[in-house]
């Protein structure tokens, strides 16, 4: 892990000594609030959001924004049968999530 983090700073030494870094998009702007990005290694938040730029998002990332929105819609419904229905559908969506999210990691082993 050393290596790699010694690689990287290196890299990035590099590029800001060539004068890669600037004129960047967003530079001087505040990074983007992502608290999804809180529950991730931050390798992997780096690995989506790269994918999510180039339209290709994993199927557990798409997953996950259902889930959100899932769970979501529950809170804000009122009627008990409005509620039954997004709570199957919101524990259907957390086992696909689940095991789409063990694939992957089981992948990347």
Do not use: C, N
């Amino acid at each position: 892990m050393d290596k790699l983090r010694h690689l990287t700073e290196s890299q990035i030494r590099k590029a800001l000594a060539e004068g890669k870094l600037s004129g960047l998009e967003g530079e001087g702007k505040p990074l983007p609030k992502r608290p999804g990005d809180a529950l991730v290694d931050p390798g992997e938040a780096v690995g989506f959001r790269i994918m999510a730029e180039a339209g290709a998002l994993p199927a557990e990332v798409k997953l996950k924004a259902a889930l959100d929105q899932a769970r979501a819609d529950w809170q804000a419904a009122s009627a008990p049968e409005d509620k039954k229905r997004l709570m199957k559908a919101i524990a259907d969506m957390q086992l696909r999530y689940e095991i789409a999210r063990e694939a992957r990691q089981k992948f990347m082993r």
